[in-house]
């Protein structure tokens, strides 16, 4: 059975910082994304972790704030989110894949004070 949870969001003011973290279970995932989407926004790519090589990738207005990667110990893909903003204040949700399906959680609220 696959489940995936995210887990950590919470409110914050700007300028604090939270860590998100995704347990994937179920299949051997090659990738595993965060999205996320504010209301009334459609929902777009955060980051990304490839399990066979560790590459990771983040979209451009979280560069240098937010950090994606893999807490072995934890067995959990984890976003450090450092320097938050009113701005990313979103539903956070993990994507697991392998090959073609795509699994999501449910996802975890951010929100950022001023």
């Known amino acids: 059975q696959v489940t995936v949870v995210e887990s950590g969001g919470g409110m914050v003011q700007a300028g604090g910082s939270l860590r998100l973290s995704c347990a994937a279970s179920?299949?051997?995932?090659?990738?595993i994304y965060w999205y996320r989407q504010a209301p009334g926004k459609e929902r777009e790519f955060v980051a990304v972790?490839?399990?066979?090589?560790?590459?990771?990738r983040h979209t451009d207005s979280v560069k240098g704030r937010f950090t994606i990667f893999r807490d072995n110990a934890r067995k959990t893909v984890d976003l450090q989110m450092d320097n938050l903003k009113p701005e990313d204040s979103a539903m956070y949700y993990c994507?697991?894949?392998?090959?073609?399906?795509?699994?999501w959680g449910q996802g975890t609220q951010v929100t950022v004070s001023s």
């Open positions: 972790w490839v399990r066979s090589n560790g590459t990771t």
């Open positions: 994507s697991a894949r392998i090959l073609r399906a795509s699994y």
């Open positions: 179920g299949r051997a995932f090659s990738t």
